[in-house]
């Protein structure tokens, strides 16, 4: 106990990192949906491509409170989201053509290592717990 505050039970790194990261795809694809929708100039495809990104974002972030609260749900939608993520970001690179994209490149890498987190071990059985 501090200060007559009960103490937070131990968590994994690998699960703290896998919040953080959930947490950092989910404002920031929230936010980046908003922005889309804002500018879509009323056009319907426009809006629902920012909306679905908005989504997106907002399922990530859902899912990193969801770890936090050790709750299994939190668990399948990151890993649910992080694979939809990544499928989306290799279809975008596939249908791009030419080289890596940087920010593509840097995005399977993020995408990358939170689904390594997610499904290591120590991850899983402190999720659960």
């Known amino acids: 106990m501090v200060d007559g505050l009960p103490a937070l039970p131990a968590r994994p790194a690998s699960l703290v990192f896998a919040v953080v990261l959930l947490a950092i795809i989910g404002v920031s ?13 009323g056009t319907t495809t ?3 491509i920012g909306a679905g990104i908005a989504g997106y974002g907002l399922a990530c972030l859902v899912a990193a409170i969801g770890i936090v609260l050790r709750r299994r ?3 399948w ?3 649910a989201s992080i694979l939809v993520g990544l499928g989306v970001q290799a279809w975008t690179q ?3 053509g030419g080289g890596l994209d940087p920010v593509t490149g840097f995005g399977l890498v993020v995408w990358g ?3 390594g987190l997610l499904l290591a071990p120590s991850t899983r059985a402190g999720a659960r717990a």
């Open 29 to 41: 694809g929230s936010a980046v949906g908003i922005e889309l929708v804002s500018v879509a100039d």
């Open 46 to 48: 426009g809006a629902a």
């Open 73 to 75: 749900w939190g668990w």
């Open 77 to 79: 939608l990151g890993l």
């Open 94 to 96: 596939l249908i791009g």
């Open 113 to 115: 290592l939170t689904l």
